[in-house]
């Protein structure tokens, strides 16, 4: 099961903007229960590649602490928010590429 732009949570979230809230809960509800069922079975949906983490598979845990010390952000979430900056860089031709430097303790 694909989580990350899943097909399911985008059609909730257009009921939800054409103003279909029970529609948007109705799709919202079958994407979870999808994910409880693929969990059931033992399906691994955390996309972090440090598997020794305490925290691994526990998306509530994970959140907290990431939101507790505020340094950075969950691995998961750093392909959707990538996406919507680079369509924010776009607006100035990417230039600002030319002004980030990748730290060095990042591979």
């Not at 799709?27 to 979870?32: I, N």
Request: proline share 4%; aromatic share 6%; glycine share 8%.
């Amino acid at each position: 099961m694909k989580i990350d732009f899943n097909e399911t949570e985008i059609k909730a979230m257009e009921a939800f903007f054409r103003g279909d809230g029970e529609g948007g809960h109705a799709l919202q509800d079958s994407f979870l229960e999808e994910i409880k069922a693929a969990k059931k079975e033992g399906a691994d949906h955390c996309p972090c590649k440090d598997t020794g983490c305490k925290h691994h598979g526990n998306c509530f845990e994970c959140v907290q602490i990431h939101r507790g010390h505020g340094m950075h952000l969950p691995y998961c979430m750093q392909a959707m928010l990538n996406k919507r900056l680079a369509a924010l860089s776009e607006l100035s031709e990417h230039t600002i590429t030319r002004e980030v430097t990748v730290p060095d303790y990042l591979p």
